[in-house]
């Protein structure tokens, strides 16, 4: 192979439209929610969530989870916070089922596996103390209603769920008191990887006394009165806020009252220019609150950072980016190492940090959910060191030990170190997981330099693009995590060698789940691909960085590439020009989806499409797709992001945008096509990957 919104800044910003309840399918599935987690650290458990009437079920591994920050601490005759670890894990597919086992006495773990429609709008359920409540990858929602947390209410986890559209039309409404998450007098509760949006009030309200809260890893976006601490006159509330990102909310963000202790740091306030939602303030220290606020950072915010007189705020390794008006410290604080332990990203890394990690993830832990997964036996696990400390000593090797047609999982636990070899799962061999076992995906690396071009050892000719690959997977339900596949061919050394693409990583299957990992090379890194043209390839792709110049994520494959980064980078001869993707998708496929990531890299400005049109054999059936939407696009990408390829021309087939940000985002046009909100609802991960839910195993 060689209309998004554009929401502009009106003088009566704040004059919405109301929008339609969204109310999805339930997915058929179980899985669960995710540990919190860092830029390069694993995070999954297994196990299953039963149905909602099943008994005597052992709670998985992610249910176990305790809370970090302030609800860890010991103290109110509750030992941190656990949710409901002690009782059994049910899952709930309605408004009934929800509501009975979150209002019941006895501890849940509670699993929403699906989109639940609450009636009438704006209605919380009263959640009992002692409950994890969690969704079921990024299919647990709640639509238009949310949770109420009453005085005396304690150990409650919420976590890895969609909260949102309870908003009647009214932007500052004072009549519609619609909270996601609401606290009165409540103690120990975890808050954790939500997507909380679009609310008629608060997305989190912690009031009244309510302490012992910590807030992490949340997305909160589109809304006014986004996050509010206190209504109090007492000096109680006890709070952690970290590792959350607030997008285009315009006021409390959090704006904190009388609170003890606050201590928020690695957060992210972004407010994107020329829409709709301009901020008001962002931190906001009130009345006698004691707050610590460090390592965030401020993306266009306006007063990003304010307090009373009466107030102590004190701030140290902020970044503050586009900022104006009021930036104000003062006062003593406290040190919150004095109660709990913690570790800060630099202020630096958090925006590309949270766009990867806030909010719900796909894929927490897992259950064969009746879609051909191997989770329902306990997983065989073959060790591979280089050293020689393991049973094998090559990647190759143990996947060569995998009986064939095998039923259940095998996991390949790779130590760190450099295997400088080809890898190549076969069709026969499915349900293989190749996973890294260091701290990062950086310390365990497969890596090989063959190209196109070059020559096979035993004179049969080359090795062609596929054939290129340094893994090559072509065996179903295959899962690849925190490790790094390169293809380092040297093009430099190498220009009189006929054929320079060089694939890192192909996949000719289905049910393809790449988690935490860094894809790298130059021309033709990433190959997505199937088994053959009428059969279908879903590959799911997340928390993961893709690096390549030249048409570097091609192929026929339904593939989503979710909360990543993709990395632009510059040719042999250090210029800068690419294409990120070359779909090569049949008509009546997804192609590809690029969701919720970012797309940067040192190359020079306007030099990067993203993507072209790619019949391959110069097949005219084909109806090359890629949809990109809801990521950040840096200065790189050409104000006509799209190309023609061999003869054919983009415009005949499907490439559109959704929502983007950052400044290599533009308007719609003639040569910048941008779906409409209701074509952007038929474009979204679930529609990709068709009924599969990705679950780490």
Do not use: C
Request: proline letters at 4%; hydrophobic letters at 35%.
């Amino acid at each position: 192979m060689s209309e998004t919104r554009t929401r502009t800044r009106a003088k009566a910003r704040h004059r919405r439209t109301r929008r339609a309840l969204a109310v999805g399918v339930p997915l058929a599935l179980v899985a669960a929610g995710a540990l919190a987690y860092g830029p390069d650290t694993g995070f999954f458990g297994s196990g299953s969530a039963s149905e909602a009437s099943a008994v005597g079920y052992t709670a998985p591994a992610w249910a176990t989870a305790t809370a970090d920050g302030f609800a860890s601490v010991d103290a109110l005759g509750q030992k941190g916070t656990y949710g409901g670890r002690e009782g059994e894990t049910v899952t709930v597919r309605t408004q009934a089922e929800l509501e009975k086992y979150a209002t019941a006495e006895e501890p849940y773990v509670i699993v929403v596996a699906g989109t639940i429609g609450m009636a009438p709008v704006g209605k919380e359920i009263k959640v009992r103390s002692d409950k994890t409540i969690v969704g079921a990858g990024t299919s647990g929602q709640i639509v238009g209603g949310g949770f109420f947390l009453g005085t005396g209410v304690h150990n409650v986890i919420i976590r890895n769920l969609t909260i949102r559209d309870s908003y009647q039309g009214v932007w500052n409404d004072k009549e519609h008191d619609f909270d996601a998450i609401q606290m009165d007098g409540a103690h120990h509760v975890w808050i954790d990887h939500n997507d909380l949006r679009h609310m008629a009030d608060g997305l989190i309200d912690v009031r009244k006394d309510s302490t012992f809260v910590t807030v992490s890893w949340n997305r909160l976006s589109d809304n006014n009165k986004t996050f509010g601490i206190g209504w109090t006159e007492n000096v109680t509330t006890d709070i952690t806020v970290h590792h959350n990102w607030f997008r285009e909310t315009e006021q409390r963000n959090p704006s904190t009252d009388n609170a003890a202790h606050a201590h928020l740091y690695n957060n992210y306030l972004e407010d994107v220019p020329d829409t709709d939602i301009t901020s008001s303030y962002g931190n906001y220290a009130r009345g006698r609150t004691s707050m610590v606020l460090e390592n965030s950072y401020f993306q266009g915010v306006n007063n990003p950072v304010i307090k009373d007189a009466t107030a102590s705020l004190v701030q140290r390794g902020n970044v503050f980016s586009g900022t104006s008006g009021r930036n104000e410290s003062g006062g003593t604080a406290f040190d919150p190492k004095e109660f709990y332990a913690y570790t800060l990203d630099e202020a630096a890394d958090v925006p590309r940090l949270l766009l990867a990690g806030a909010g719900p993830r796909t894929s927490i832990g897992v259950a064969d959910s009746g879609q051909g997964g191997a989770a329902t036996k306990a997983a065989t696990t073959l060790t591979v060191a280089k050293d020689g400390t393991a049973q094998y000593k090559s990647v190759q090797a143990a996947v060569d030990a995998v009986p064939a047609d095998n039923a259940s999982r095998v996991v390949i636990a790779v130590k760190p170190g450099t295997y400088r070899e080809t890898v190549k799962v076969p069709s026969n061999k499915p349900h293989v997981t190749i996973q890294g076992t260091g701290s990062s995906r950086k310390q365990t690396l497969i890596a090989y330099d063959n190209a196109a071009g070059t020559p096979k050892p035993d004179g049969s000719g080359t090795y062609g693009t596929s054939g290129s690959a340094t893994v090559a997977v072509e065996a179903d339900d295959f899962q690849a995590r925190n490790l790094t596949i390169a293809n380092d061919f040297d093009e430099a050394a190498n220009q009189s060698l006929n054929g320079h693409q060089a694939v890192a990583l192909r996949t000719a299957a289905d049910k393809v789940f790449l988690d935490s990992v860094i894809v790298t090379g130059d021309q033709d890194t990433l190959l997505l691909d199937t088994a053959a043209k009428d059969r279908l390839g879903r590959v799911y792709m997340s928390n993961s960085y893709v690096v390549g110049n030249v048409d570097f994520i091609f192929g026929r494959a339904s593939a989503v590439i979710d909360r990543s980064v993709i990395t632009l980078k510059k040719r042999w001869d250090g210029t800068s020009a690419g294409y990120v993707t070359a779909p090569s998708t049949p008509a009546d496929r997804k192609g590809f989806l690029i969701n919720r990531s970012v797309v940067n890299g040192d190359v020079a400005a306007g030099s990067f499409h993203l993507g072209r049109t790619w019949h391959a054999g110069g097949d005219a059936t084909l109806d090359p797709q890629t949809t990109v939407r809801d990521t950040e696009l840096s200065t790189a990408i050409k104000s006509a992001p799209w190309s023609d390829m061999g003869g054919f021309s983009w415009k005949d087939d499907r490439f559109a945008e959704y929502r983007n940000s950052g400044p290599g985002a533009g308007a719609a046009g003639p040569d910048r096509p941008h779906l409409t909100d209701s074509q952007a609802a038929g474009q979204e991960v679930r529609d990709w990957l068709g009924g599969w839910v990705p679950t780490a195993s």
